[in-house]
């Protein structure tokens, strides 16, 4: 019986690990290079495939507005430099897709041939493919901390609009020192975190925490915290 490879990923709460590479925009030191912003690390299968193209057109869409929240973007697959270049440029001059034509990828698109990093970082899962990277999704802080981890199989294209919201929710609970509930947008009540204490939890039925504007029960209590209250702090941090 064969024996089955062990992939081995980084966790929520790890440092990212740490690889020097070739991208399409110069060489990088990752994570040192981005010690003051947010990044999403993230992976596709191969380059000229036609999901990673339509993820690769979102994404460079979107950027300035990643940019806008301090979060810079990186992506990465095993094929070769020569190849991204010639992919990014096919999308460029050819790929026209939900409205979005002339798309220019700017962020850096690592060559990864050795499959260095990908297995660094877990992206290789043998059961899906053995020579492709999985959709990996890395959420990573200034401190060089991996903050939240989404995984996608070869034929799923990610939801960016949520790989979005995740940044801005991960930012506004460090900001403000809070939970986010299911679904939460900014402007949404935001979740206080569990009483302490039973003199915490009589305190919260009781009306009498003054940081609270709801609670349905001792451990579950809601704040309001405004769009515009958190676009503020978050945006441009």
């Known amino acids: 019986m064969e024996e089955q490879q062990v992939v081995s990923m980084p966790r929520i709460g790890d440092p990212a690990p740490e690889f020097k590479a070739v991208t ?18 993230f992976s596709h299968p191969a380059d000229f495939t036609p999901v990673c193209t339509s993820e690769f057109m979102t994404f460079a869409t979107m ?16 094929d070769g430099l020569y190849s991204h270049i010639a992919w990014l440029r096919t999308i460029k001059e050819k790929i026209e897709y939900k409205g979005m034509k002339d798309v220019e990828v700017n962020f850096p698109l690592i060559e990864d041939i050795t ?6 970082y877990g992206m290789i899962q043998p059961n899906e493919d053995s020579t492709k990277a999985v959709r990996a999704v890395f959420f990573i802080d200034p401190k060089g901390i991996i903050r ?14 949520e790989l979005y919201r995740v940044i801005i929710a991960l930012k506004t609970a460090d900001e403000f020192g809070i939970a986010t509930p299911a679904d939460w947008r900014p ?21 009498n925490d003054s940081n609270i504007d ?24």
């Open 63 to 78: 950027e300035d507005q990643f940019a806008e929240a301090n979060c810079k973007l990186v992506g990465l697959s095993i």
């Open 115 to 120: 499959m260095n990093v990908a297995k660094k």
């Open 187 to 207: 402007g949404n009540d935001v979740i206080i975190g569990p009483a302490g204490s039973c003199g915490t939890a009589k305190d919260r039925m009781d009306g």
């Open 148 to 161: 939240a981890i989404i995984y996608y199989p070869l034929s799923l294209g990610r939801n960016f609009d």
């Open 214 to 237: 709801d609670c349905q029960d001792w451990f579950f209590c809601t704040k309001k915290l405004d769009k515009d209250t958190v676009l503020n702090k978050v945006l441009k941090k």
């Open 24 to 41: 399409t925009q110069g060489e990088i030191n990752f994570p040192s290079d981005y010690k003051d912003s947010w990044v999403i690390l």
